[in-house]
Nanobody, 116 residues
Framework: QVQLVESGGGLVQPGGSLSLSCAAS????????MSWYRQAPGKEREWVTS????????GYADAVKFRFTISRDNAKNTVYLQMNSLKPEDTAVYYC?????????WGQGTQVTVSA
């Protein structure tokens, strides 16, 4: 059974940093790309970033490019999201996502609040 557990969210001031983690189990982690999404209050869930199986290739939404960095450790079955220069508009629940065929698997999310 696929399980994704996010952690690391919290309250941070504008300009600050946070590091999120997503611990995965129940599948061969190193065989699948992974993604982070976020959902702000009253808005639809949006894609943030993705990483390939080896970690050699990544992609970012324009809103987070050059501020966020995705990485993975296949030995630890974990994907990370380093978030720097945080802005109030980054406030959202952050989710990691795994797609296997037509099935999307989501974690429970972790709240990130950027506020003075």
């Amino acid at each position: 059974q696929v399980q994704l557990v996010e952690s690391g969210g919290g309250l941070v001031q504008p300009g600050g940093s946070l590091s999120l983690s997503c611990a995965a189990s129940g599948f061969t982690f190193g065989s699948y790309p992974m993604s982070w999404y976020r959902q702000a209050p009253g808005k639809e869930r949006e894609w943030v970033t993705s990483i390939t199986t080896t970690g050699y290739s990544t992609g970012y939404a324009d809103a987070v490019k050059f501020r966020f960095t995705i990485s993975r450790d296949n030995a630890k079955n974990t994907v990370y999201l380093q978030m720097n220069s945080l802005k109030p508009e980054d406030t959202a629940v952050y989710y990691c996502k795994l797609s296997i065929g037509k099935n999307d698997n989501w974690g429970q999310g972790t709240q990130v609040t950027v506020s003075a």
